[in-house]
């Protein structure tokens, strides 16, 4: 396709000009997939071609889509350790992204190294991307930490755990980027339950009127914990951008190739001064919302067997292999990999000490803060008092 | 030549152009900030000089404010936000606690946001609802904020400068009525730390703490009182958080009494903390427990009744007779 500029741009995908508000009396559930929805691949694994989209992956070769499957294993064989780690008691909590792994590959494999990312607190697959230690991902999980790394490090923002926040940080660094005169781009996570929080919209607002270089992806994953998408929202998500004047895509967000190429074109079109996107990855929440959640209370197994059949890693796996892309090495090898990230993260987590119990007090204040420094005074005298106790024995 | 007196809000104006001139980092955001030069013309002509891309207009979202101040922080910018009155911050108070306090801590210091968000606050200018409240108790309550209040020009101008070279995050209440007061603005000397109070009229029988704009107030109580032969000292806290106990502390260990002025409701306000902790400091130096004048527990009154809302002479008499009768 051509990109579009923000004013010129014809509700082509952002089909918003059959006006729902005018007719319907009570809300709908929101159109599915065809024809809105961008695919390259079926859930077959058969590739078809897109005239707009196809050039975002046409120089992709055997060895990068093998690289897209690889990741996509490692990080749901990582999420399978995390939820069992939690079942052992070593997290207290984890939020899996069984079944987002295409969402997250395929637009985290489209960032530049001096693009930024905020994330949510489930984007494990793009923190994979980004090179972020995935047992760093753990410790806020294990109650360790709010956040074990250094977000400039791998351009990767914490996690956001408020939802939506994340949104107008995204944007107020991409304006940033612009009053630096940087070709950077920002791509900016969140989900359909975020869609409905006033930052979101906010977001959009600032974004458009700045003409920030921000991506918005939104992970549409069909549920916020209980409560479907029909409860956030009566109009396809990615038609809500139309009416902040940017263009919004509906991708499906089990194939990892169609997010490469839709998420490649909105950073395009950020860099080159076009403004913001919206992408809603349409795909899945194969698991639980948390480790503490329990969806048989609100959900039928229809509808999870039912996406089942749309898998995103299964589904490139057929690709690769009508494509005789891979071999049984291949697969041989892969595995083996994934057991041992499986065991390098299991004993990392158990091995993560507690923290200092000063940990507290510290890194409250960069300049300091005189209240902070009285209370940790304090805490170490009665700390001390039990040591003084102890040796009085 | 003979200094020239400069009003608070010209004051304020001063220190952020000097700010845009020295650090090309340092932003202006807000509501009406650019072409009106906001509502109270606190940065009057600046985006005329600095440009639409460092003064920044910004669409009415007070969340989308701070929000994007934050990201513009993680970039390397130092923003100055301005929220157009104190009763329209709380949009945006989910970004400041949740996430402007917070960065710095969850980051494990990685992340340093630099952000000062600007609030006009207080009453007696007659204003309509919502423009006349004093939030400041409900920042002053969460960590990884500072929260200061100057009470003239020269301090308006040189706190400015601090809070933007601050590395955290610093809620600047500006009290709006003394927008207008003025004062000598010595350009050249820092008076002082950022979160030091201030001595600004000895005594020796009781001690009235305040900032913002009670300082005045209390300034005028004690020359009231010392027709009547009492001796009052006056402290400025000039900072709320982090408080400077010690100043009020050795005052009062002088005095012996104290008794603490603000606009704000006077329920879970600042001056109770200051009477919890300078009762355990001082326990044996007081002769009358802490005694406190402020607002009342009821929603801030339509402007014909303000003046009975809010602390007045005699209501700062009044508590002083009280404290001076123990």
Known sequence: ?393 | MAAEKTALAKAINESLRHALETDPKVLVMGEDVGKLGGVFRVTDGLQKDFGESRVIDTPLAESGIVGTAIGLALRGYRPVVEIQFDGFVFPAYDQIVTQLAKMHARSLGKVKLPVVVRIPYGGGIGAVEHHSESPESLFAHVSGLKVVSPSDASDAYWMMQQAIQSDDPVIFFEPKRRYWDKAEVNTEAIPGPLHKARVVREGTDLTLAAYGPMVKLCREAADAAAEEGKSLEVVDLRSVSPLDFDTVQTSVEKTRRLVVVHEAPVFFGSGAEIAARITERCFYHLEAPVLRVGGYHAPYPPARLEEEYLPGLDRVLDAVDRALAY
Request: hydrophobic letters at 35%; a negative charge.
């Open chain 1, 1 to 393: 396709m051509t990109v579009e500029s923000t004013a010129a741009h014809k509700p082509r995908r952002s089909a918003g000009t059959k006006s729902t508000a005018g007719r319907r009396t009570t809300a709908k559930k929101p159109t599915g997939a065809e024809p809105d929805l961008v695919q390259l691949l079926t859930p077959e694994g058969a590739r078809v071609k897109n005239a707009e989209f196809d050039k975002y992956v046409a120089g992709i070769t055997p060895e990068d889509l093998r690289g897209l499957y690889r990741d996509m294993v490692l990080t749901r064989r990582f999420d399978a350790e995390a939820t069992a780690l939690q079942r052992q008691g070593e997290l207290g909590l984890w939020a899996s992204l069984l079944g987002q792994e295409a969402a997250q590959i395929g637009s985290g494999r489209a960032l530049r190294d001096d693009d930024y990312v905020f994330p949510t607190y489930r984007e494990h697959g793009v923190a994979w991307c980004r090179g972020v230690d995935p047992t760093n991902l753990l410790g806020m999980f294990r109650g360790v930490n709010h956040g074990g790394w250094d977000p400039n490090t791998n351009n990767f923002h914490l996690y956001t755990i408020v939802i939506g926040s994340q949104t107008l940080h995204a944007t107020g660094y991409a304006m940033g980027i612009t009053k630096d005169g940087a070709d950077s781009a920002v791509i900016a996570y969140f989900g359909d339950g975020a869609s409905s929080q006033g930052d979101v919209a906010e977001s959009f607002t600032f974004s458009a009127v700045y003409n920030a270089p921000v991506v918005f992806f939104c992970q549409n994953n069909q549920w916020a914990i209980s409560e479907p998408t029909e409860k956030q929202t009566r109009v396809p998500l990615y038609q809500r951008a139309q009416g902040f004047g940017f263009p919004g895509v509906r991708v499906d967000g089990n194939d990892v190739l169609a997010c490469l190429a839709v998420t490649r074109w909105a950073l395009e079109r950020a860099r080159s001064g076009e403004g913001p996107t919206l992408v809603e990855a349409y795909t899945y929440r194969m698991g639980a919302h948390t480790t503490s959640d329990d969806p048989t209370k609100y959900r039928a197994d229809e509808e999870r067997e039912a996406w089942e059949a749309k898998d995103p890693i299964l589904r490139l796996r057929a690709h690769l292999e009508s494509a005789h892309h891979t071999d049984e090495g291949f697969f041989a090898e892969l595995e083996a990999e994934s057991e041992a990230l499986g065991r390098r993260v299991r004993e990392a987590v158990r091995a993560m000490p507690d923290p200092d119990h000063f940990a507290i007090f510290e890194n409250v204040y960069a300049d300091g803060h005189a209240l902070v420094d009285e209370e940790r005074a304090q805490f170490a005298a009665y700390q001390a008092s039990f040591a003084d106790a102890e040796g009085g024995k």
